[in-house]
């Protein structure tokens, strides 16, 4: 679907003037960025500077953090279709200032600045700019807060507000914007920076369009739209039509709510090239701030789209016409006006992300896309340190370790160490010599021991920090985050997922005293226990507090999901890993299998294989076969016979989510029904569905499903493989022993084995007793 | 012609590929000379390529030698070290403890830095790079100091000598030392180097504070790690090339290029500063004209065969970058800046498959196996392609003859695979691709001065590298320069420029000096100093003792190169922020120690004025205060340059150095067309002719091409000046 208007654009003449524009927007972006006085900004790129169309799609985007391209076409099309026109007037050298989450932008702190742009007095187009703001006047400082219930406690919203007009900066907006928040310093800068920005943008714009002439400007930046969009459509035809869902799960835990939660992402490739992603499954909206606004779940999903999928392109907002999402008004994934949404962009949103990244990497499995491959990334539990530095100045201010996460393992090589976030493709989480400007001391920066997911390919492992206030009797320390009952990253084909995230508060340690005796002290949160103090195990989403110099703030953040059968995984890089203090004893020995000399790393084969086949055999004795295993599950549900937290989690969302209920539906049916007689062999291979499973076809031309391992046929090529094979709870402290496991109570890892040959094909991190995920429903 | 009793100025450049050196003379003529890189023993390629350049007139190497004043040497072997991980091997690192992981998280930047933003966003492909120290030779040692200083965990010794023995232990060859704020407190870090010099004396070692004293513990490592992993073999190949150069009777100081863009010592060099020295010679060339012009402002554009870097020199100096990225490392060595975009002769053209579009770069097909006509297995059509195709380059002329290239098999890649596809024409589809990198270019140069806010019409443009001239006049097309300017030693423009090089070294420190509070005029945004701020007189104190520090190393330093006090200049560079802020203006004050009011209100007003010419006085931002992030202080000495000869006018009329008509197809203003182009031998064009475009001018190593709309007039250098007709 290439634009019709390709035949009266001159090619060279365009793709001189795509250069000329990116350059240009780069210039404005850069402005900004310098300009700017949040770290988060300087750090983590969070800034961009667009061009849109006169309708407000965005046809050139210069980005520091992906997530954000949608955002200001949202909110030029929300000031179109609220008539501003018509009362409020564009004008030459207007600028709007909006914030309102559920306009565009991903929370409250992601402030964006809106010009219309005018070329001789004609109103052709839009430039606008964003920044994540440090405070925005919420009920804490920052505007990620723990606390927040409700939308009125995450700080001032601003529905896209006129801040210049006719080229005059209005005061009194101004003097709104800095009396509602803590650092009206910063407020300020950033918003000066913004506006900044956009008459650079505005200047460097007009000149372009001098050169090339406003006709074929505007022919050509409606193609740049189309052109985005016709690539989008080529690149899902690659791949297999059907549906492809993962599911994840959340703890949303606060002094008012203590919850499981789910989402259920499905991506459908169509025929035409559409990409259609809904949540068939998701829990209602949370009292807390673990909820998304539906423009943030746009923007995190494109963004993941971008990197993972899209990447050859040359991207723009007009992909966004290739891809339909639709998300239940009222649940997590798309909460009304009246629900908190600070935490979403690197909370739940984020792990409907991984959800994501699991269903393009199984998509390109079976396409041989496999450089495309990548099981879930992780999620960000992002410290806050507010207060006065040494100087006496107000701060605010992200820890940004928190950007060393780990990524989701791969195709054919382990995730990637601290280094994944999901927003952004140029990680970068600093030095710990950026302390000059907060109030902070570090103690430890590093990797975590088995902090991604075990696997054939484990998943990349995330950092751990420790600090303590420093020069400054003013600190202010919380920690946006979630999952201290629950893994909230997946693993996929038979890896497990993370450990859950963690919090230790140790005030009034001694630990300087310590020091002064040359004692040895705490540098992992595997031996806190070093010091003395109040010792609190938190769960990791907490309001700020008032730390003192000495209190130590612990935070293990997020690896990413591991892939395949651990006991799969190569014993050498297993020996490694050891060696390398990157994995412990236990992991090797009782997860990956494997006999080695602790001293020298030398790896026992022999031994090894006897390991590794014994668990396999262990497989096959505990394993519960599918049909029976529902039953149970059934049965269970029905007695209700389950941890309390579960059996309100099931109470609520059968009554919210019809697909839920279905899914039950079907369990209770699949439970009772006869069974089926399927071929003893099939000998010719239609496609690999993942690494261990294949569609084959028998002789008398029935399609099946085929453990790619052994042979053993386990279903129809229309069935849910996983009812099929071999099915175990596993309490999730038998695989994380030195790290925090998931609380059994709160979630199992259900494994899935074959039948005959006992390889792990599958691990779902899931309460108990929930529905098995139906993850492919291809047109075969 | 005469060589007795001249004295030569010898420059040699050790490149990936080739080795290139030139004799000049004190008239500004000079001889080339090249020779293939031997990576095995590198010393062989710096007397081989000075011998072929003897050779070239007439004399040995030792005659060279025995005339020789200067002797400068540019060398990649520092990089290709890292590339090939080729440096000292088994090298240990001790760091401060629950920091281990600093090198190998590598700020998380690590994963991507130095891969092309096109490929990087795609995140399941990238990785970081094989570390130099593997986790198992880092050991961590308790202690702490704070970002102001001050000692808050005493170094423990006991943990240090368990460290250095497990090191030893392991058989590393080397340990680098690198703590928190060691640069502002290098007490632990000294004390460190005692026990490994006790317990392992002789053991080479590397420590942080001293290799680059500069803010940010990741690049700080990585510099100080590079320092020794390539500094063994580095010096040894130094050592052995001095000591032939002895033996060939050259007995002055041999002097190496570093990146920061000026020349030191081979025994006071240290060996991170000369990674990326290479191109730096280019803008040191650029320097060297800049002088001798007498122009204020000048921009160095060179085209390579696989990137275009562009340079800038204004009224106040030119930009360093404070972290480049070398072989994948961020290392804090900082290093004359040049803004490099993948376009180049190898720059591979292609049809996008989704869109039907044509594209141009940035992949490129590099020297191997390079653009089709090279007839190295090059299969996808580049940049150079084109070049031929459109006749603008002699296949039977390249490198003067030396290299046939296959313009059959050009026409052929070309035709398959650009001008089918998208149903046109071969030349129109090879002028296609030349319009789109030349536009590529253009912006880059462009907005590399209007992103600092300089006019571009203030500037000379320099076109050099292999494919500058070729180009040159396409990418600087459309943007109102003062003048563009080729020299007829376009492609060996960097080894020529190295020889011009000053004796220069850097200094710098972080201070942290944080002035809250200062009085400011609420109307005007300015600060208003009456008198030096009592409540600051502490950080004022510190600050100027950092300053007067540098400043003494600076000149001691230069001492023991053997130039006296009145040979030296100094230069200061700032740089600063207002309070709150966290991205640094650099400014370059005249005098750095605060003394006086008037001290202290020149620094600020340079900052400001500077602040404002870049982003407005709407962004000023007096409230905060100022803070003045880092010194640097710059000292050069000039050693012997060459006195570039000027050339009496001739006629206007070029027709003496007029070699054939040939067809070249151009766009002209009726349409694009292939058009019969007078070519001319460059070497032959005397000072007062003019070229009308469309031309082509030839020479061994280069082809300029003046396009339709252009006009050349050779000047007293016998350099060529295009302008607009």
């Known amino acids: 679907m290439v634009s019709n208007i390709d035949d009266q654009l001159d090619p060279v003449k365009y793709e001189v003037l795509y250069h000329r524009l990116e350059q240009e927007m780069y210039e404005a972006q850069q402005i900004v960025r310098h300009l700017s006085a949040s770290t988060i900004v300087r750090e983590a790129g969070e800034v961009a500077e667009v061009i849109c169309i006169k309708e407000g799609t965005a046809c050139i985007i210069s980005a520091g953090l992906l997530v954000h391209v949608a955002s200001v076409t949202r909110n030029i099309k929300y000031m179109i279709a609220n008539r501003y026109a018509d009362d409020i007037g564009f004008y030459e050298g207007d600028q709007f200032i909006g914030n309102d989450c559920h306009i565009g932008g991903m929370h409250i702190p992601d402030m964006m600045l809106i010009a219309p742009f005018f070329y001789k007095g004609e109103h052709i187009g839009w430039l606008g700019n964003y920044t994540h703001v440090p405070e925005v006047g919420a009920i804490e400082p920052g505007g990620m807060c723990a606390s927040a219930k409700e939308f009125c406690h995450e700080g001032i919203r601003m529905p896209g507000v006129k801040i210049s007009e006719k080229g005059r900066v209005k005061r009194d907006i101004i003097q709104i914007l800095t009396h509602a928040v803590r650092d009206p310093k910063t407020m300020e800068i950033d918003t000066r920076a913004k506006i900044a920005g956009n008459e650079r943008a505005r200047q460097r714009l007009t000149k372009v369009i001098d050169e090339f002439g406003l006709d074929f400007y505007l022919k050509a930046t409606k193609k740049m739209v189309d052109d985005a969009e016709a690539f989008a459509r080529e690149r899902v035809k690659g791949l297999r039509p059907g549906k492809y869902r993962a599911r994840t799960y959340t703890d949303s835990v606060s002094a008012f709510d203590q919850k499981i939660r789910v989402g259920e992402l499905c991506m459908e490739t169509k025929k035409d090239g559409e990409l259609a992603i809904s949540t068939p499954v998701a829990s209602p909206q949370a009292m807390g701030y673990n909820n998304c606004a539906m423009p943030a779940i746009e923007g995190l999903l494109f963004c993941v789209l971008l990197w993972q999928f899209y990447y050859k392109s040359r991207w723009n907002t007009g992909m966004l016409n290739a891809i339909s999402m639709d998300f239940p008004l009222g649940s997590v994934f798309n909460a009304d006006r009246s629900a908190a949404v600070g935490y979403c ?47 006496g100045r107000t701060y605010g201010a992200i820890i940004t370790s928190t950007m060393a996460c780990g990524g989701g393992a791969r195709h054919d090589k382990d995730g990637q160490d601290c280094s994944v976030t999901q927003f952004n493709p140029w990680d970068d989480c600093g030095d710990v010599e950026t302390e000059e400007v907060g109030p902070i001391l570090m103690f430890t920066r590093r990797r975590r021991a088995d902090s991604g997911g075990a696997g054939k390919f484990r998943g990349g492992l995330a950092a751990q920090s420790i600090f303590t206030p420093h020069r400054s009797d003013v600190t202010f320390v919380g920690l946006t985050g979630s999952g201290g009952y629950m893994s ?47 010792h609190e195990s938190v769960y990791p989403s907490a309001a700020s507090r008032k730390l003192n110099q000495g209190d130590l703030y612990c935070v293990q953040y997020w690896g990413g999901g591991g892939s395949g059968d651990p006991i799969e995984r190569d014993p050498s890089m297993v020996a490694k890993d050891l060696r390398d203090g990157l994995t412990h004893r236990y992991t090797v020995e009782n997860i990956y299998c494997v006999d080695l000399d602790p001293v020298n790393y030398k790896v026992n084969e022999v031994e090894t294989q006897k390991l590794r086949s014994e668990r396999k055999q262990a497989r096959l004795r505990n394993g519960i076969p599918g049909k029976e295993y529902v039953r149970k599950m059934v049965e269970r549900r029905k007695s209700n016979h389950l941890p309390e937290v579960v059996s309100a989690f099931l109470e609520e969302i059968t009554d919210f989510s019809e697909p839920f209920r279905k899914e039950l539906e079907f369990e209770e049916r699949f439970a009772t029904s006869p069974d089926k007689i399927y071929p003893a062999t099939a000998g010719k291979e239609l496609l690999k569905l993942t690494p261990y499973i294949s569609v084959m076809e028998s002789e008398d031309g029935r399609k099946v499903m085929v453990c790619s391992k052994c042979g053993k046929v386990l279903c129809d090529a229309n069935e849910n493989f996983k009812l099929h094979c071999l099915i175990y709870d596993r309490d999730p402290s038998d695989i994380y022993v030195e790290n925090k496991a998931p ?38 | 012609m005469e060589e007795h009793g001249e004295k030569y100025i010898v420059y ?18 000079f001889v080339n ?42 060398t990649t072997a520092g990089t290709n070290a890292i590339l090939t991980r080729q440096g000292a091997p088994d090298l240990g690192l001790i760091i401060t403890k629950g920091f281990e992981d600093t090198t190998l998280i590598g700020r998380s930047l690590g994963r991507w830095a130095g891969i092309h933003p096109t490929q990087s966003i795609h995140v399941p492909t990238t990785d970081y790079p094989e570390p130099l120290i593997p986790r198992t030779r880092i050991k961590g040692v308790t202690e702490r100091i704070d970002s102001a200083g001050e000692v808050i965990i005493p170094l423990y010794e006991h943990e240090v000598r368990k460290a250095v023995q497990e090191l030893t232990d392991a058989g590393v060859s080397g340990i680098c030392v690198v703590l928190l704020w060691s640069f502002l407190n290098n007490k632990h870090e000294n004390k460190i180097r005692e026990i490994i010099e006790e317990m392992a004396p002789g053991m080479p070692t590397a420590i942080s504070s001293e290799v680059s004293p500069l803010i940010r513990e990741y690049s700080r490592a990585n510099s100080t790690i590079v320092n020794l992993y390539i500094g063994t073999a580095l010096r040894t190949l130094l050592e052995r090339i001095k000591r032939r150069l002895v033996e060939s009777g050259y007995r002055k100081p041999m002097l190496v290029m570093q990146a920061a863009g000026g020349l030191s010592r081979r025994k006071v060099v240290k060996p991170v500063s000369t990674l990326h020295s290479g191109p730096v010679g280019g803008l040191v060339g650029v320097r060297f004209w800049k002088d001798q012009y007498g122009v204020k402002n000048v921009l160095g554009s060179d085209v ?22 070398v072989a994948r490392f961020t290392i804090s060595n900082p290093m004359m800046e040049i803004i490099s975009i993948g376009a180049g002769g190898g720059t591979v053209a292609y049809v996008d498959e989704m869109t039907h579009l044509l594209r141009v770069g940035p992949m490129s097909a590099g020297a191997k196996p390079g653009p089709v006509c090279y007839g190295r297995g090059g299969t996808e059509p580049t940049v150079t392609d084109a070049d031929v195709v459109l006749g603008r380059i002699d296949p039977d002329y390249f490198l003067g003859g030396s290299m046939k290239l296959d313009k059959a098999a050009a026409e052929k890649a070309m035709k398959e695979k650009i001008a089918d596809p998208m149903g046109i024409s071969l030349e129109d589809a090879a002028l296609d691709i030349c319009e789109i990198i030349d536009q590529t270019m253009g912006d880059t140069l462009a907005s590399t001065v209007r992103q600092r806010g300089l006019k571009p019409e203030d500037f000379t443009v320099f076109g050099f590298g292999g494919a500058g001239p070729a180009h040159c006049a396409g990418y600087t097309a459309g943007t109102s320069y003062k003048q563009v300017i080729v020299t007829p030693f376009a492609s060996t423009f960097s080894a020529y420029g190295a020889s011009t090089s000053d004796v220069l070294h850097r200094y710098e420190s972080s201070p942290f000096t944080v002035m809250p509070g200062l009085p400011f005029d609420v109307t005007t945004g300015y600060f208003d100093v009456k008198e030096l701020p009592q409540e600051h007189n502490d950080a004022i104190k510190r600050y100027n003792g950092i300053c007067q520090q540098l400043i003494d190393n600076a000149y001691s330093d230069m001492a023991d190169e053997g130039f006296r006090e009145s040979d030296i200049s100094i230069s200061y560079v700032l740089e600063m922020r207002y309070g709150g802020q966290l991205y640094e203006v650099m400014t370059r004050p005249k005098k750095i120690i605060i003394d006086s009011v008037e001290d202290m209100n020149n620094i600020l007003n340079t900052f400001e004025n500077k602040y404002v010419e870049l982003f407005s006085e709407g962004a000023m931002y007096p409230g905060g205060g100022i803070e003045i992030y880092n010194i640097v202080v710059e000292a050069s000495a000039a050693v012997m340059k060459p006195e570039p000869l000027r050339f009496p006018k001739k006629g206007k009329d070029p027709k003496n150095a007029l070699k054939e008509k040939r067809k070249a197809y151009f766009k002209m203003s009726d349409g694009r067309k292939w058009v019969d182009t007078p070519v001319y031998e460059m070497g032959l064009l005397e000072h007062g002719n003019v070229v009308n475009g469309p031309a082509i001018i030839e020479h061994v190593d280069t082809t300029f091409v003046v396009l339709p709309d252009r006009l050349v007039t050779v000047d007293e250098f016998h350099h060529m000046v295009m302008t607009e007709k």
């Open chain 2, 33 to 74: 000379g090249k020779s293939s890189t031997t990576p095995d023993d590198l010393e062989q390629c710096f007397f081989n390529c000075v011998s072929a350049a003897a050779k070239n007139i007439g004399l040995s190497v030792e005659e060279v030698f025995s005339k020789t004043e200067i002797l400068g040497y540019g």
């Open chain 2, 12 to 29: 040699t450049d050790t490149g990936g590929t080739f080795s290139d050196a030139v004799i000049v003379r004190q008239d500004g003529t």
């Open chain 1, 345 to 391: 962009p690197i909370g739940v949103g984020m792990q409907l992300q991984g959800c994501l990244n699991d269903v393009i990497s199984r998509a390109s499995f079976i396409s041989g896309n496999y450089e495309d491959m990548m099981a879930s990334n992780s999620l960000l539990n992002c410290p806050t340190v507010g207060g006065l530095d040494r100087y």
């Open chain 1, 488 to 534: 909230l990253v997946q693993g996929m084909y038979g890896g497990y997922p993370t450990p859950t995230g963690a919090l230790e508060v140790i005030t009034g340690s001694n630990i300087y005293a310590l020091a002064e005796k040359k004692l040895p002290l705490p540098f992992s949160m595997e031996n806190l226990d070093r010091v003395e103090g109040k």
């Open chain 2, 304 to 325: 390579g065969g696989t990137s275009f870097d562009v340079s800038i020199l204004s009224e106040e100096g030119s930009p360093y970058i404070r972290e480049p990225v």
């Open chain 1, 743 to 780: 609380d059994k109570n709160w979630m199992i890892f259900r494994e899935f084995y074959c039948p005959e040959c006992g390889i792990q094909v599958e691990v779902e991190g899931t309460p108990v007793a929930t529905p098995i995920v139906h993850t492919y429903e291809l047109d075969l």
